[in-house]
């Protein structure tokens, strides 16, 4: 058996390895805490997107640009 002739499990086990440096070395993920009362209308408009983290990004970046239009 050749070293690159791998088990199942050890390919998943190896790719669980390389995204978890990956995501060490890359990402940074962020915790959003909302309350079920005050925020229902965030949290409504956040569970009809398909895409959640898209359109957080997009509204973040569309006011990073109406900021630096004001400068």
Do not use: C, H
């Amino acid at each position: 058996m050749a070293q690159t002739d791998f088990t199942p499990e050890e390919r998943r086990a190896r790719r669980a390895r390389q995204q978890s440096d990956y995501d060490k070395r890359a990402t940074k993920a962020v915790y959003l805490k909302l309350n079920r009362g005050t925020d229902a209308d965030i949290l409504e408009a956040l569970e009809a997107e398909p895409n959640k983290q898209g359109y957080v990004k997009r509204l973040i970046r569309e006011d990073l640009a109406r900021r630096a239009a004001r400068e």
